[in-house]
């Protein structure tokens, strides 16, 4: 049975980890030990640095923040003398992604890229889409593992092009999401029935997966944390770095940011809010 130690157990992390767990003997790392408990609690190992979880696994899992998070937790396993094949499941830019599996290859480790589509709840049911980018062999090699966390793979060649393809799904997302946000609250200011526009959306040509399960939640003011705000305007940003000319990209970034201060910590939706304020 393979070895595996995850990095990383917050609000997408801990879920992916309790799935791996059920197949799998597990080590864990994460900056806070406390969200690692439950995990500890049903019998996975804790281990005090990333360095020595990669000393002590046969693969190592990595679901973090952003680009520089990656980067200095990397930096650690990098030091191990073991050479654990490592998934980075985290949604970083493309060229980070790029710019870490040349690290890791210089440093004698086999590196895939793994980001995923979904939030909590695919998380916790195991059917995310993960994204896989790297060596075709190596992805063979992991296969069965990435499907203990998810319902469906998507390979998409050379390191690079699965950051890309997550970064493409999120901007849509974000993008679907101000359109829901900024017509709803229109909706209400010019006295509309709420719950007769979100039901006419939802039953014509302009429904999407957004509108029928963030629309009901916007109407109840729940903005429970499924995908954060913050790291929703951090995925349409590394977006905006492919290209320099994206129009509707560059917009929805301007509109995110205008909440950022008072709803990082929030779910995405949130910015609704934003909307009913303007």
């Known amino acids: ?50 360095k020595q979880l990669a000393e ?4 190592v899992i990595l679901m973090l923040s ?18 654990p094949l490592i998934i980075n499941m985290s949604t970083v830019s493309k060229d980070q992604s790029i710019k870490l599996h040349s690290k890791a290859e210089h440093a004698g480790f086999k590196y895939l890229e793994g980001p995923v589509a979904g939030s909590t709840g695919p998380a916790r049911n195991a059917t995310l889409k993960i994204l896989v980018g790297g060596n075709e062999a190596n992805y063979l090699e992991v296969k069965n593992i990435l499907l203990t966390m998810g319902d469906q793979i998507f390979y998409a060649g050379k390191i690079g092009k699965a950051s890309i393809l997550k970064l493409l799904i999120n901007t849509n997302l974000a993008v679907q999401m101000g359109i829901l946000a900024e017509t709803m609250a229109l909706a209400k200011k010019l006295d509309m029935d709420a719950d007769l526009v979100l039901n006419a959306f939802n039953n014509t040509a302009v429904t999407t997966i957004v509108s029928k399960l963030k629309g009901p939640k916007i109407l109840k003011n729940d903005f ?13 940003v590394y977006t905006s770095e492919l290209h ?16 950022i201060d008072e709803l990082a910590r929030e779910d995405f939706s949130a910015i609704y809010k934003k909307y009913m304020e303007l």
Request: proline share 3%; glycine share 6%.
């Open 56 to 59: 002590e696994s046969e693969i």
């Open 224 to 236: 429970s944390v499924a995908f954060p705000y913050e790291h929703m305007l951090k995925d349409i």
């Open 244 to 259: 320099k000319d994206l129009p509707i990209t560059n917009a929805t970034i301007a509109s995110y940011r205008q909440g």
């Open 66 to 83: 952003n680009d520089e998070v990656c980067e200095n937790v990397l930096t650690d396993v990098f030091q191990s003398l073991n050479k």
């Open 1 to 50: 049975m393979n070895k595996i130690g995850f990095i990383g157990t917050g609000l997408m992390g801990l879920p992916m980890a309790k799935n791996l767990q059920k197949k799998y003997l597990l080590n864990v790392f994460n900056r806070t030990k406390e969200n690692a408990s439950e995990l500890i609690n049903s019998g996975a190992i804790w281990i005090n640095t990333a």
